[in-house]
């Protein structure tokens, strides 16, 4: 059935709250499965968490009396309201927080009367005794309660997170799947924990940091209990994106994949609690900073920054065109209307006004073919999955650590000695080594953009579909720019531009050899001029937006992820500070650029603006490609701010449950 909202209830919207029941040992008891307070069940719990891996948790199938979940489940379904909430690390629909339900009016609690029993049973003493024992964790409070409800549906997805903020001392998550309609692992939608590597500076200082790669894989189960002690610099999990179904058709079959479950934490027990230690919370607050920063653990971050200082570029041209040598190793690379001096003045212009830029067919015909053809075979071959095999086998590194970041890249190589051998030579190495080390782009991107550039930081990145991302991370410092150069073959991405695949057949129509280049570029230069005042476009084509199709309505709304996105980072303090969407409303978005074809951004970052590149669905036609550069820039003394209004995106939001 669908929810309405005029009768629907959040927790959020909560008044004076009522003294919590203190249920007794018995009455706790009654609302769990049978059996599971006897000292065997409790031992074997015990011995299972403690011989646990990479780090110690428990599952508990059956954990609550089952009707009684079953009533929990019905009565969410029919009540509660969800928000669709997206940010940097998660994309979910949230319930309020359930400690409110206390707040609520009569005529609305009297619509969950058996999740307040659930919510009363977790966090009654006899409960919590159980999971302390488990844990060996120390106390837990009863009067904080920290829970909610989370629907993952197709597409939506946790990553990977220790959990350690504030007071919290114990994750747990408790399914409420189908309980009728078994949930298959291959949906996705598991708890999955990573493993901590630890690493000796040789100073006696050891690091801990997560590998990107998962070895403990949980699938949602009805009725199934997953927990285990919050620990800074270990407790590292994600959740599994929920995968979408082939057809429609499947997925109501599915029942519509809704992995449903109640989240939350036990914390430390609070001031008028037995337990409760005066300055525990700043201490262990305390303690755990010190221990994510010991050893540094920052230092074994991949990739490292690799800047290379650039010699000034001098404009011996008055008219600011390039000599024939320079131009002619440019026309091997960029396509030749974005070398004209009045095309370069009107980008010049463009960047002045908007700080941003986007270059639409930015590469030459012949190369742009070249390195699709590339790309495109690459994408054929099996997954990259094992960062070891990936690292012994390809010219790729991976990325990591995961809380920060995973993707594939490379780096230019910085001598001959390190340069890739024949059989890894590529067109992207061709980008990383040639063409965007060169003075001639340097002075390229200078007449573009005005500005100075005084170092380069380069990079190829790789994201595959179903793995890769960019937690969001600031800037701090004078301002600078970021070159991104997008050559994604597939579409599907939501850059409207690309999805024809126009610049595909006009590839095609090219016929072979250099020569006819040059021959060509005088009849093409009036037509080429005319295309580039529309290719210069930062504010309409930099924010490419998924655009329904009548194909398939459950693939239409779909968003596959992959987008770069640049956002003011001065949000409120109590919010997550990469919350970039909430109910399909874009907030502080200040340039969004989706997986594309052969097209450049230039962006200037100033301090303070956080970026991050949006986790690749599972259901994305092929991967994320480009090429990320960093150039350092002489600070000019402006400090010009544009506010750009969003337009609205397609968001496929929860709404509700079918009959």
Not at 21 to 44: H, I, M, T, Y
Not at 301 to 308: L, V, Y
Not at 544 to 566: I, L, M, P, R
Not at 606 to 628: E, M, P, T
Request: with cysteine; charged share 35%.
């Amino acid at each position: 059935m669908k929810r309405k909202a005029a009768s629907s209830i959040d927790a959020k919207k909560a008044k004076s709250k009522r003294t919590k029941p203190s249920l007794s040992a018995k009455q706790a008891e009654k609302r769990f499965r049978a059996g599971l307070f006897s000292e065997n069940v409790l031992d074997s719990y015990t011995t299972q968490y403690a011989e646990s891996g990479p780090y110690k948790h428990a599952v508990i199938h059956d954990l609550v009396d089952d009707s009684l979940l079953r009533s929990v489940r019905n009565e969410i379904k029919a009540n509660v309201s969800f928000t669709p909430k997206e940010t940097d690390i998660y994309k979910i629909h949230q319930s309020g927080d359930l400690a409110n339900l206390d707040g609520l009016d009569d005529e609305s609690l009297a619509k969950l009367p058996s999740l307040l029993k659930l919510r009363d049973a977790i966090y009654s003493e006899a409960f919590r005794k159980y999971v302390s024992h488990i844990t060996d964790c120390g106390p837990l409070s009863g009067r904080k309660t920290d829970m909610a409800i989370n629907i993952y549906t197709p597409g939506c997805y946790l990553l990977c997170h220790d959990d350690v903020i504030g007071s919290r001392r114990v994750s747990y998550i408790l399914y409420l799947v189908d309980p009728d309609e078994p949930w298959k692992p291959e949906w996705g939608g598991a708890l999955r924990l990573f493993p901590v590597q630890e690493l000796d500076d040789g100073k006696g200082e050891i690091a801990r940091t997560p590998l990107p790669d998962v070895v403990k894989v949980i699938p949602p189960a009805w009725n199934q209990l997953s927990f285990f002690a919050v620990q800074p610099s270990e407790s590292f999990h994600d959740v599994e994106e929920v995968f979408h179904a082939e057809t429609k058709e499947q997925l109501e079959k599915e029942g519509g994949r809704v992995r449903m479950a109640i989240s939350g934490w036990f914390h430390i027990p609070q001031m008028g609690e037995d337990g409760y230690i005066k300055g525990e919370e700043e201490r262990n607050a305390k303690n755990s900073g010190l221990m994510q920063l010991q050893g540094n653990p920052a230092q074994y971050d991949q990739p490292q920054a690799k800047p290379i200082k650039v010699k000034p570029q001098v404009n011996d041209s008055a008219d600011g065109s390039f000599d024939e040598a320079d131009l002619e190793f440019l026309l091997k690379y960029i396509a030749p209307h974005y070398l004209t001096p009045d095309v370069l003045e009107r980008m010049l212009e463009r960047f002045s006004e908007e700080s941003a830029i986007t270059l639409s067919d930015i590469l030459a015909r012949k190369f742009a073919t070249r390195l699709r053809e590339y790309v495109e075979a690459e994408e054929q071959k099996p997954d990259l999955v094992d960062t070891a095999v990936i690292e012994k086998t390809t010219p790729w590194r991976v990325a990591k650590p995961p809380h920060k970041h995973r993707y594939l890249y490379q780096q230019p190589s910085r001598s001959s000695k390190t340069r890739p051998s024949k059989k890894d030579h590529s067109p992207i190495r061709e980008l990383l080594d040639v063409l965007l080390p060169s003075p001639q782009f340097h002075r390229w991107l200078q007449l573009a953009t005005g500005c100075t550039i005084e170092s380069a930081d380069l990079l190829a990145r790789r994201f595959r579909h179903g793995m890769d991302y960019t937690l969001a991370t600031g800037h701090e410092g004078k301002g600078r720019l970021e070159v991104n150069i997008g050559f994604t073959p597939t579409p599907g991405w939501g850059d409207e531009e690309d999805d024809g695949d126009d610049g595909q057949e006009e590839e095609e129509e090219e016929e072979e050899g250099d020569d006819d280049d040059e021959d060509d570029n005088e009849e093409e230069d009036e037509d080429d001029d005319e295309e580039a005042e529309s290719k210069t476009n930062a504010k309409d084509k930099g924010k490419g937006k998924a655009v329904a199709t009548e194909e398939d309505e459950s693939k239409a709304s779909e968003d596959v992820g992959g987008h770069e996105v640049y956002m003011a980072g001065d949000g409120d303090a109590d919010e997550d500070a990469a919350i970039y969407k909430t109910s399909g409303d874009d907030e502080n978005i200040l340039f969004f650029q989706a997986a594309s074809w052969n097209k450049m951004t230039i962006v200037l970052r100033d301090s303070g603006i956080l970026k991050f590149v949006k986790y690749v669905s599972q259901s994305a036609k092929g991967d994320r490609w480009d090429i990320s550069g960093v150039f350092e820039i002489e600070d000019n003394g402006d400090d010009d701010d544009d506010d750009d209004d969003s337009e609205e995106d397609s968001e496929e939001e929860f709404q509700g449950f079918s009959d």
